[in-house]
Every structure is written in C-alpha cells, then in structure tokens.
C-alpha cells in the first residue's frame, strides 16, 4: 500500500504541473488532502495490526509456559502494557471489529492472570492434594502439576 500510495503521490505532481500551467493549479488540492488522509489511515492501521502481532506473539509464548517456571504477576504486567499501548493507539476506530477483537483478547488474558496468580499461590499445595483435586473435579480433567505441565 505504500508503494501504492507514493506511485498516486507521483502521478498527482504531474497533474499538478499540468493544472499549474494551465491556470488550475487549486484543482488538485482535494486531492492532495485526500492522498494524505489515505496515507495516515495507512498508518494507524498498521500500528493497530502490528500491536495485535505483538499480542498474538506475547500469548502464544505464555501457551507454550510451563507452569513450574512461569511468573504470573510478571505476565499480568505485560498484558496491562499490550491493553495500555493498544489505547494509545492514536485515530484508530475503537468500533471496529479488529479493534474489539484484540481488546477481547486482552481483557481474557487479564481475567486469567490473576486466576492463575492464585494456582500459584503457595497455599494451593497441600500433603493430601484437596486444592488441586478440586480444580481436577472443576475442568474435569486429570493433570500432574509437575515440570511437564503447561498453561
């Protein structure tokens, strides 16, 4: 797009040239704000889909986490930054799907994180294993929490 957007830009100057010679020249200046209102949605939209890599890339990396070795207020951290940057994102259209869509993701990650702060809690183990036999019970499913186990 934005080879694009430099080939329109090019073409415009010869227009330009020709409105200039002719007495036209302010014919083209809708055009000129045009172009250029093109190339900022360009980049907003860039910013939005490059943030919602980085989220996507940042949440893929935590499924891959083993649950021994993972730092839960460490990641709640970084989920706050991706839903702070993702707001300071300048113009871009709040109500749009892609928009939404990421600031879901991110309001369920942060909905998990404490979740998971408190399966790390240090009271969660206990000799006859009650806590995590209720959480065994609660997503119906058997799990060892050792090395292998992942989130």
């Known amino acids: 797009m934005h080879k694009d957007i430099q080939g329109y830009k090019e073409e415009l100057h010869?227009?330009?040239?020709?409105?200039?010679?002719?007495?036209?020249?302010?014919m083209t200046?809708?055009?000129?704000?045009?172009l250029e209102l093109i190339k900022n949605e360009l980049n907003i939209v860039e910013k939005l889909w490059n943030h919602i890599k980085k989220c996507h890339e940042n949440f893929d990396s935590y499924l891959t986490l083993k649950y021994m070795g993972i730092n839960p207020s460490e990641m709640e951290d970084e989920v706050k930054t991706l839903r702070k940057h993702l707001i300071d994102i300048k113009g871009v259209d709040r109500k749009s799907n892609t928009f939404l869509g990421i600031n879901e993701d991110i309001k369920k990650w942060a909905t998990f994180m404490p979740l998971l702060q408190e399966l790390k809690d240090p009271s969660m183990i206990v000799e006859d294993g009650r806590h995590w036999n209720k959480v065994r019970k609660l997503v119906n499913k058997h799990f060892e929490v050792d090395d292998k186990l992942s989130i």
């Open 14 to 26: 010869e227009f330009q040239e020709f409105a200039n010679t002719f007495g036209f020249g302010e």
């Open 29 to 34: 200046a809708g055009s000129h704000n045009n």
